[in-house]
């Protein structure tokens, strides 16, 4: 059982990516679905959440500018985020509460 996530890059202070995280059905079908993020010589702190229904939190420091959403059909999680700033700058994971799967991670580099 696999996530493959991807998106990942260098952007300039301001701009936007979008990640995406593709699993299998069994994965994916009920589950609540999150982004994690983590900075050199920082813990992984979640960034967004998103429930079966579709109903999303964010960490205080992206919302407003990131955004997660997900299409059950493609078994896709998504985090759109704009406005990026150079604190950004993590390696990000997608992960599976209920059964507790890590993607490996795509990083993301903010240039200022």
């Known amino acids: 059982v696999q996530l493959q996530a991807s998106g990942g890059g260098l952007v300039q202070a301001g701009g936007s990516l979008r990640l995406s995280c593709a699993g299998s059905g069994t994965i994916f079908s009920r589950n609540t679905l999150t982004w994690y993020r983590q900075a050199p010589g920082s813990q992984r702190d979640m960034v967004a959440i998103?429930?079966?229904?579709?109903?999303?939190n964010y960490a205080d420091s992206v919302r407003g500018r990131f955004t997660i959403s997900r299409d059950n059909a493609k078994n896709t999680v998504y985090l759109q985020m704009n406005s990026l700033k150079p604190e950004d700058t993590a390696v990000y994971y997608c992960?599976?509460?209920?059964?507790?799967?890590w993607g490996q991670g795509t990083q993301v580099t903010v240039s200022s």
């Open positions: 998103i429930t079966n229904d579709g109903t999303t």
């Open positions: 992960h599976t509460l209920f059964t507790n799967n």
